[in-house]
């Protein structure tokens, strides 16, 4: 079994920076791929970022060049950087594990914390 705790979010006003993170334990392995997501009241989970095993990235087109994934495999950990916050962010931030390559579905991935709110005030 594996658990994931993401803590980070909170209140902003646009154009400020958070650093939410993602802590994995029980049976997860360097070789997860890992992955965030957002949902904002009324719509779809939507793709944010994803981080393979390797070290290789993909971003959502709406966060390329302001957000930034990364992790610390020894610390079993995800984080995601987030900068040049816009009102359009607001929305509650999950982050995923997957066994495979990390792809922008949420049903690709086995394992989800609870989420951690993030709001960016106008």
């Known amino acids: 079994q594996v658990q994931l705790v993401e803590s980070g979010g909170g209140l902003v006003q646009a154009g400020g920076s958070l650093r939410l993170s993602c802590a994995a334990s029980?049976?997860?392995?360097?070789?997860?791929?890992m992955g965030w997501f957002r949902q904002a009241p009324g719509k779809e989970c939507e793709f944010v970022a994803s981080i393979t095993s390797g070290f290789t990235t993909y971003y959502a087109d709406s966060v390329k060049g302001r957000f930034t994934i990364s992790r610390d495999n020894d610390k079993n950990m995800q984080y995601l950087q987030m900068n040049s916050l816009k009102p359009d962010d607001t929305a509650k931030y999950y982050c995923?594990?997957?066994?495979?390559?990390?792809?922008?579905?949420?049903?690709?991935?086995?394992?989800w914390g609870q989420g951690t709110q993030v709001t960016v005030s106008s």
């Open positions: 029980g049976r997860t392995s360097s070789n997860y791929g």
């Open positions: 995923g594990l997957t066994p495979t390559a990390p792809g922008r579905y949420a049903f690709e991935y086995s394992y």
